[in-house]
T-cell receptor, first 115, second 113 residues
Framework: GQQLNQSPQSMFIQEGEDVSMNCTSS?????WLWYKQEPGEGPVLLIA?????ELTSNGRLTAQFGITRKDSFLNISASIPSDVGIYFC???????????????FGKGTHLIIQP | ETGVTQSPTHLIKTRGQQVTLRCSSQ?????VSWYQQALGQGPQFIFQ???????GRGNFPPRFSGLQFPNYSSELNVNALELDDSALYLC????????????FGSGTRLTVV
């Protein structure tokens, strides 16, 4: 099945550093979402973006919806140990029945924080 | 608290067998979708149900089927299990309409031997 192109695949950073990851697609999405998944858990929604060009923050997290509607990025400022996990981007369009289609996910960015 | 509960948490089945995975969504969440997450990959969309009818399907064969019940619970059934079906199966629910992101359960880890 289709997966979005997400990079980098993994990041090894020091506590306190800023983090940036992005996601690209060959097709347009009307909604971009960013999720975080920790071991043994399902993905948890971090930020949802609904308009091209939209920039949205959630605490230390900031995400943008690309103007082409084919990309998005997520930034994390001043990383802390609890930021460790796998971050997934996901795109979504409206379905033919007026509701929403299923999510198309990237392969994830594995964030590791070194002491 | 996610509000979405999946059972069982782990399951081992033999190739060729059939399996049923269960999900209990939050009250009022009339949209439920199922995803397959292989090791090291992002979740892949299997299908979605809205008010007990399938209204979207990903690239999965017909041996993957589902049901949604009026009490906000749902099932994923997989027939004729193959080794490649080994994965984490995630259920996600939403109140529908313009979505504000699905709420995911913790998943069922299925191993096919």
């Amino acid at each position: 099945g289709q997966q979005l192109n997400q990079s980098p695949q993994s990041m090894f950073i020091q506590e306190g550093e800023d983090v940036s990851m992005n996601c690209t697609s060959s097709s347009i999405f009307n909604t971009w979402l960013w999720y975080k998944q920790e071991p043994g858990e399902g993905p948890v929604l971090l930020i949802a973006l609904y308009k091209a060009g939209e920039l949205t923050s959630n605490g230390r997290l900031t995400a943008q919806f690309g103007i082409t509607r084919k990309d998005s990025f997520l930034n994390i400022s001043a990383s802390i140990p609890s930021d460790v996990g796998i971050y997934f981007c996901a795109g979504q369009n409206e379905g033919s029945g007026g509701g929403a289609d299923g999510l198309t996910f990237g392969k994830g960015t594995h964030l590791i924080i070194q002491p | 608290e996610t509000g979405v509960t999946q059972s069982p948490t782990h399951l081992i089945k033999t190739r060729g067998q059939q399996v049923t995975l269960r999900c209990s969504s939050q009250s009022g969440h009339n949209t439920v979708s199922w995803y397959q997450q292989a090791l090291g990959q992002g979740p892949q969309f299997i299908f979605q149900y809205y008010r007990e009818e399938e209204n979207g399907r990903g690239n999965f064969p017909p041996r993957f089927s589902g049901l949604q019940f009026p009490n906000y619970s749902s099932e994923l059934n997989v027939n004729a299990l193959e080794l490649d079906d080994s994965a984490l199966y995630l259920c996600a629910s939403s109140s529908g309409g313009r979505l504000y992101g699905y709420t995911f359960g913790s998943g069922t880890r299925l191993t096919v031997v």
